[in-house]
Structures are given as C-alpha cells and as structure tokens.
T-cell receptor
C-alpha cells in the first residue's frame, strides 16, 4: 500500500463547477497535511495546509481533513481554466519528513 | 517570504560530464533540504534528504556516489550529478523545510538534458 494515494485522473470539470480532489494516507500518526499545485513544466507551489480535523477555507479553496478515516480532500469552488494543473497531496508523518501522492491531474474546461 | 531559488534553471551537457545544481533558501534558514527528480508526466520522486552539516540520506535505489549532495550552510544545498548520462535527463527540484512552519517550499526546478 502506498503511503499517500490519489486518483491520478484526469479529473475534468466545467468552468464554474466545484472540483473535488481526494487523498488517503496510511500513517495514522501523521500530523500535517498539504496540498500543492503543479503546472506542467513547473515546480509545485503550496496552496494550503491543514493540521486539525474539519474544514479550512482560503478563498476558493477548502481543505477537509478526517484523521479517523485517514482522508484529506481539496475542494475548488468556481473552478477556472487557470486551475488546470496537477494537484499533489502531501502528508507529514513527522518533523522534516513529507510524503507525496502521485498527484491528480485536473482539467477545467471553458 | 519563503523563497527558494535554484541555479541553473536549465542545463545541457555532454555525456560523461558532471553538473552541479544549487538550491538556496533566500529568506529563511533551512536545516533540511530535499532533492526530487521528476520525469515527464510522472510524479515527484524523492532522491535524498540533505541535512546541514551531516551526510545526506538517500532513498532506496538512488546512487549516492553518482548524486553527490553537500549542505554546507543553512541556506545552501548542492546536488552534483557526476558522469551524467542521457538517462539522467530530468527535472530536478529542490525544496527547503522551514522550521516552525512545518512545511516545504520548492525551488523552481532545474531541467537537465544530457546529450
């Protein structure tokens, strides 16, 4: 079992819709959870991080964490074509250590 | 804040030569930096963890004698690809771990092409 699992996609949504990206992880002791966005040919950039169970909102992005289910998700409201990218889920089991999922490719169609 | 730079951004070299890539945290100190490699349309692959003042920790399958890592200061780590071959052509990305923020910030990446 991979440490961090994501559906590779591609996930395609129409412009203006909500995009839902999901991630599961295997290490129950994980404390920190991150979502990165990576455009083609570029390096990843941090979108959000979440530490506590529940929802965390930042603009059009909402991260959701459920430690009991070992599940973290990212919702993108009012999706725009510029949101088209690969989204990487990352989990930090301990300090200085971060494990990445393989990423979900999102396409937002105009 | 939290800016990480890499140099060079791209490099083309002949097979058999060595290439050095620098990773710098510009506005914070990074005790730990990470080196990743990414082939086209594939996910990030962690190559090694670089710790300031000590030897790097390499992931399984990564040759430490081929990919030399030096983390001489709290703001600089270097990766040297020795005797590069065409199969080493890839996108090399570093990240720096920010203490306190408990997260990694990525550099812009270095695209290496070995002819």
């Amino acid at each position: 079992q991979k440490e961090v699992e994501q559906n590779s996609g591609p996930l395609s949504v129409p412009e203006g819709a909500i995009a839902s990206l999901n991630c599961t992880y295997s290490d129950r002791g994980s404390q920190s959870f991150f979502w990165y966005r990576q455009y083609s040919g570029k390096s990843p950039e941090l979108i959000m991080f979440i530490y506590s169970n529940g929802d965390k909102e930042d603009g059009r992005f909402t991260a959701q964490l459920n430690k009991a289910s070992q599940y973290v998700s990212l919702l993108i409201r009012d999706s725009q074509p510029s949101d088209s990218a690969t989204y990487l889920c990352a989990v930090s089991p301990s300090n200085n250590d971060m494990r990445f999922g393989a990423g979900t490719r999102l396409t937002v169609k105009p | 804040g939290a800016v990480v730079s890499q140099h060079p951004s791209w490099v083309i070299c002949k097979s058999g030569t060595s290439v050095k890539i620098e990773c710098r945290s510009l506005d914070f100190q990074a005790t730990t930096m990470f080196w990743y490699r990414q082939f086209p349309k594939q996910s990030l692959m962690l190559m090694a963890t670089s710790n300031e003042g000590s030897k790097a920790t390499y992931e399984q399958g990564v040759e430490k004698d081929k990919f030399l890592i030096n983390h001489a200061s709290l703001t600089l780590s270097t990766l040297t690809v020795t005797s590069a071959h065409p199969e080493d052509s890839s996108f090399y990305i570093c990240s720096a771990y920010m203490d306190g923020a408990d997260t990694q910030y990525f550099g812009p990446g270095t695209r290496l092409t070995v002819l």
